[in-house]
């Protein structure tokens, strides 16, 4: 019962706070007298919501949106559009569950290999496809010069999802490495408002536990192994690198500012860095994953600006080796082990 009932808090928080994360994009971009840029703001937070923290939040966050919006005097002025607004957020949420999330069934764990990596890369392509309908008519509008763009951003990342594979399998502290630093560095060329580039992210979060600790420890990050002998330290030091080529689209809202989209396909890596019983314990794996990014950018000279960024990440494991003991072996998951981020950043912005 109180597990369940922490799941509803954590459920309601990352809702509440996807919905106000929206409401203030909405409020300060309405600022600007640019409903373009409002709009695919909004969608593109949406996108980033379903995500990373699922699709029951997605959808609620769509459907509520609306109507609060409404009432802080920021949403439509016609009350009558709100239900139909909500439909098109939650119909919009929807085809990003399945662009994104949907492969997690185990359904498609049955498929036979060729077809089940067929269908996973026709999903990456639409997802492409769909990202840059998205941002597309964005480039009928008059444009800016060309240039050459860096960004350095720090701050604080979220795994909505928490983590598993760790050498501890309580609740409390798979929380607590779900919490932790992020970084991530941008180079991007612009070409009138089309923008093109790399992104690197970073993730970093460690815990550990003291002698004494009634959780049971596990080498086995399936939880297949389990060790009874409590009494020896054990800790994990999370770390998740993803690079990706970036497209997407830099909107002028202002004089000095302006709102980017940004989004792609790359590589994420997983490492934690783990004791059991006091002894190295080595995991990592691989695999695809894929990003949306939105940041609002204020630029105080012309080649120096602040920007503030959300970034989430949607990717998963199907498998980690293992190095412990000397010895090597793979762990498959059933159900993905989840590497889906959040990551709220402020940083520095350079222009050539």
């Given at each position: 019962m109180a597990k369940d009932m922490r799941k509803h808090i954590q459920w309601i928080t990352r809702t509440a706070v996807m919905i106000a994360l929206i409401l203030t994009a909405q409020f300060f971009t309405a600022l600007t007298g640019n409903q373009y840029v409002t709009g695919i703001t909004v969608n593109t937070l949406l996108a980033v919501t379903v995500m990373t923290c699922g699709i029951s939040t997605g959808i609620t966050v769509g459907a509520v949106s609306p109507i609060c919006a409404f009432l802080a005097g920021i949403g439509p002025a016609f009350p009558p559009l709100i239900p139909f607004i909500a439909l098109g957020n939650i119909a919009y949420v929807s085809a990003w569950f399945v662009l994104t999330q949907f492969n997690k069934s185990s359904k498609y764990m049955e498929i036979p290999g060729l077809l089940n990596k067929i269908i996973y890369f026709?999903?990456?392509?639409?997802?492409?496809?769909?990202?840059?309908?998205?941002?597309?008519?964005?480039?009928?509008?008059?444009?800016?010069?060309?240039s050459l763009v860096a960004f350095l951003h720090a701050g604080y990342g979220y795994l909505p999802n928490k983590t598993s594979g760790l050498t501890n399998s309580s609740e409390s502290y798979a929380k607590t490495l779900s919490s932790g630093m992020s970084w991530n560095a941008q180079l991007y060329y612009q070409r009138k408002k089309l923008i093109i580039g790399l992104l690197y992210s970073g993730y970093n979060s460690s815990g550990s536990?003291?002698?004494?600790?009634?959780?049971?420890q596990v080498v086995d990050p399936s939880q297949?192994?389990?060790?009874?002998?409590?009494?020896?330290?054990?800790?994990?030091?999370?770390?998740?690198?993803?690079?990706?080529?970036?497209?997407?689209?830099?909107?002028?809202?202002?004089?000095?500012?302006?709102?980017?989209?940004?989004?792609?396909?790359?590589?994420?890596?997983?490492?934690?860095?783990?004791?059991?019983?006091?002894?190295?314990?080595?995991?990592?794996?691989?695999?695809?994953?894929?990003?949306?990014?939105?940041?609002?950018?204020?630029?105080?000279?012309?080649?120096?600006?602040?920007?503030?960024?959300?970034?989430?990440?949607?990717?998963?494991?199907?498998?980690?080796?293992?190095?412990?003991?000397?010895?090597?072996?793979?762990?498959?998951?059933?159900?993905?082990?989840?590497?889906?981020?959040?990551?709220?950043?402020?940083?520095?912005?350079?222009?050539?």
């Open positions: 026709m999903r990456k392509f639409l997802f492409i496809l769909f990202f840059c309908g998205m941002v597309g008519s964005v480039f009928a509008q008059e444009s800016s010069d060309n536990l003291e002698h004494g600790d009634d959780t049971p297949s192994q389990r060790r009874p002998d409590n009494r020896l330290n054990s800790s994990d030091h999370i770390l998740t690198t993803y690079i990706a080529p970036q497209f997407g689209a830099n909107i002028p809202a202002g004089e000095r500012f302006s709102i980017a989209f940004n989004g792609g396909i790359g590589g994420i890596w997983y490492r934690n860095n783990s004791t059991v019983h006091d002894k190295d314990r080595k995991v990592t794996g691989n695999s695809l994953g894929l990003n949306l990014c939105v940041k609002g950018i204020y630029n105080f000279s012309e080649h120096f600006g602040v920007s503030l960024e959300v970034l989430g990440i949607n990717a998963g494991l199907n498998s980690v080796d293992i190095k412990y003991h000397d010895e090597n072996f793979e762990v498959n998951y059933s159900d993905k082990l989840s590497l889906n981020q959040l990551t709220f950043s402020l940083g520095l912005k350079y222009s050539l």
